[in-house]
């Protein structure tokens, strides 16, 4: 089966002038195009005991939504998760969900993108580490791409085949354009 690429959907494209924020929402339009066009059945479906598309797409939603509660408060913890189990089973409240995210990104101030905050170590939880907000965007925009692949790479076992971008990084894709040309 091949997915539609060109469906009439009412998907929201954001705007904004800074690239790394771009990127994050093209990516998030990405994602909620890809959650409206599949079935429930495969949104859902788990194989070989790995997560589900729904649980990859709410992992996703779950680091931009630490990544945008942490803005407020200067301090980021990718730990503190919402696990919010009806993005992994309903895909209209993930896109709902997805939207919601987009606009919070879209609206940050440049004030807000380019100042410092607090992050939780990963490795070492008692550590806080220095970094800034978008730093921090370019790697929630990071981990999206790679679970986007891991998506695409399920939906090809399903016999979904996607937009051959989707979960791409954009150097590989600026690679591809310059071995087409």
Request: with cysteine.
């Amino acid at each position: 089966m091949q997915f539609p690429t060109q469906r009439p959907i009412n998907v929201p494209v954001y705007g904004g002038s800074d690239s790394i924020r771009q990127c994050l929402l093209d990516e998030i339009t990405d994602g909620i195009r890809v959650i409206d066009g599949l079935d429930d059945i495969s949104y859902r479906r788990r194989s070989n005991n790995s997560a589900s598309v729904g649980e990859q797409f709410r992992h996703n939603l779950d680091f931009v939504n630490s990544f945008l509660s942490g803005i407020a408060i200067g301090r980021i913890d990718y730990d503190k998760r919402e696990r919010d189990v009806r993005v992994e089973r309903s895909r209209g409240w993930a896109i709902e969900k997805f939207d919601i995210a987009g606009y919070k990104l879209m609206i940050l101030s440049r004030a807000q993108i380019g100042s410092t905050v607090s992050v939780k170590s990963e490795s070492d939880t008692g550590v806080w580490l220095t970094s800034s907000v978008a730093r921090e965007m370019e790697f929630v925009l990071s981990h999206m791409i790679h679970h986007h692949a891991l998506i695409a790479e399920k939906l090809v076992g399903q016999g979904i085949i996607l937009d051959r971008a989707f979960g791409v990084a954009p150097s590989t894709k600026s690679y591809r354009n310059k071995l087409a040309a």
